[in-house]
């Protein structure tokens, strides 16, 4: 594998996990919105109708997007791989509690 494809195949696998990562964050304080107003919102109708137990099952995905970024040497990795873990536990601290 050439040095190109490597490295944007890291930065790509880095940039899906940030996505992951920051949906939790985005969708954690859309919740907090009224249902009424949350519903109205395009394409978050499906938040409120999700299971908590999916959330675990995304981030458990974007820790492990992130340790792939981390192992391929991505130059993102200082900044996915903590918030993916700083993520998932705190989505499994939320659901044991």
Same mark, same amino acid.
């Given at each position: $594998?050439? =040095?190109?494809?490597?490295?944007? @195949?890291?930065?790509?696998?880095?940039? =899906?996990?940030?996505? &992951?990562?920051?949906s *939790?964050?985005?969708?954690?304080? @859309?919740?907090?919105?009224p249902?009424?107003?949350?519903? /109205?919102?395009?394409?978050?109708?499906?938040l409120?109708?999700?299971?908590?137990? /999916?959330w =675990?099952?995304?981030?458990? *995905?974007?820790?492990?997007?992130?340790? =792939?970024?981390?192992?391929? /040497?991505?130059? @993102?990795?200082? &900044? &996915?791989?903590p918030?993916g873990?700083?993520? *998932?536990?705190?989505? $499994?601290y &939320? $659901?044991?509690?």
């Amino acid at each position: $594998m050439d =040095a190109i494809k490597k490295k944007s @195949l890291s930065n790509g696998i880095a940039y =899906a996990s940030l996505a &992951v990562s920051l949906s *939790f964050w985005i969708a954690l304080a @859309l919740s907090n919105l009224p249902a009424p107003i949350l519903l /109205r919102l395009p394409g978050w109708g499906w938040l409120v109708m999700q299971p908590g137990w /999916r959330w =675990a099952l995304v981030e458990a *995905f974007g820790l492990f997007l992130g340790i =792939a970024a981390t192992v391929l /040497r991505s130059k @993102l990795w200082t &900044v &996915v791989l903590p918030l993916g873990f700083l993520t *998932f536990s705190f989505t $499994m601290y &939320v $659901m044991g509690s």
